[in-house]
């Protein structure tokens, strides 16, 4: 009954690809690469939003009401008001749950989650600007797969107990704390997970952020990034089905349309963690090694590795295909690099020298905005 309204927020923005050569290892010889080019589609807003979700709000009520009469008229019952829902907090409730029901319908993009999703997670923050965290139970889990060298040898990893952010560091909370946004799309605002940051980066807000708080927030290690990250046993075992599970919880190349998107749209993971793959990849503390050879079997971060030392990102970003998606997937980088696709995600240990986190019911959700196999991408 109210057409949308659109006007463009940002225009559409697209950076061409290109082809880079390099001289070959023997005389008279070229190696050339392309590099894609980018595409940042145009950002709408809906000006007339609000007035469709009242309008679809009334459409809901009415049908509820409509529903009612149908079941009594089945039941052999006579239609007559119901007193115990006419009142003004009855009243006041039924609608607020009808606009609530129309807003997630008419800008909720991801689609609704399927039933067999887990229930979002309660999680904690210590302050305003602090990302919201949830307690990830310990436990033993195989680190590793035999789909690349650099994932093997698999082993059996112990994690104890720790805190991890529910969603990827957003730039509200960068800007918070560092006083400026580094990234590079800003169309779901705040909202947006900070992104074109370096490994140096990353540890520089961690510092700011714990001297501001006094905690001790930190970049989680591999071990607990991919244990966090692990899919169930009993998940899909086909691709046709991890395709579609992935559609639902990440946004990769074949849904992002070129661009991230704001924290938690996607269904969370089974620990109750948002994008833990796609959207940005998520620098974690451990220094690169070609494999897990010598790795320890707890999750302690390995601190040094081959010179010169990379630093490791995990989860893939908006632009990978599904196969750097997978939670075993390694990526690694100097540590000054910085592009579109890195981000972070914060840990803590739990610790009994610091205060406990404080439950809050804001941090359960954030409201959404409207809105090379060893490296897994070509920057």
Request: proline share 7%; net charge positive.
């Amino acid at each position: 009954m109210v057409k949308p309204q659109m006007r463009v927020i940002t225009p559409a923005l697209t950076t061409p690809g290109r082809t880079v050569c390099t001289s070959g290892s023997s005389p008279g010889s070229t190696n050339c690469s392309y590099i894609p080019g980018i595409i940042y589609p145009a950002v709408e807003e809906d000006v007339s939003i609000e007035a469709r979700i009242q309008v679809l709000a009334e459409c809901l009520l009415a049908k509820q009401e409509t529903a009612r009469i149908a079941r009594l008229a089945a039941q052999g019952e006579a239609t007559k008001p119901d007193k115990s829902q006419n009142t003004p907090e009855a009243v006041a409730a039924r609608s607020a749950q009808a606009e609530a029901l129309a807003r997630q319908l008419l800008t909720d993009k991801s689609g609704p989650p399927p039933s067999s999703t887990v229930k979002s997670a309660q999680a904690s923050k210590d302050c305003e600007f602090c990302p919201a965290m949830i307690k990830v139970p310990g436990g033993s889990f195989k680190m590793g797969s035999n789909n690349h060298s650099s994932e093997q040898p698999i082993r059996t990893v112990s994690v104890p107990s720790f805190l991890l952010g529910k969603y990827e560091v957003t730039q509200g909370e960068w800007k918070a704390v560092m006083g400026s946004n580094p990234s590079a799309n800003t169309s779901c605002g705040n909202h947006c997970p900070v992104e074109r940051i370096s490994w140096n980066d990353a540890k520089t807000f961690v510092h700011r952020l714990n001297e501001k708080t006094g905690l001790k927030f930190r970049l989680p290690s591999e071990a607990e990034w991919e244990y966090a990250a692990q899919l169930s046993s009993s998940g899909p075992s086909n691709p046709e089905a991890e395709l579609e599970r992935l559609h639902r919880s990440a946004w990769f190349s074949k849904n992002s349309r070129g661009q991230v998107h704001a924290v938690g749209l996607k269904a969370p993971n089974r620990f109750g963690l948002h994008d833990m793959q796609g959207n940005v990849w998520e620098w974690v503390e451990d220094a690169f090694h070609e494999s897990y050879q010598g790795a320890a079997f707890d999750a302690r971060a390995r601190s040094s590795g081959a010179e010169p030392v990379k630093r490791v990102l995990r989860g893939g970003s908006w632009f990978n295909e599904q196969k750097q998606l997978r939670p075993q997937h390694r990526n690694s980088e100097m540590p000054e690099a910085s592009y579109v696709f890195f981000g972070l995600r914060l840990a803590r240990d739990l610790n009994s020298e610091e205060p406990a986190p404080r439950a809050d019911s804001t941090a359960s959700a954030i409201k959404p905005a409207r809105s090379a196999e060893a490296s897994g991408l070509i920057p």
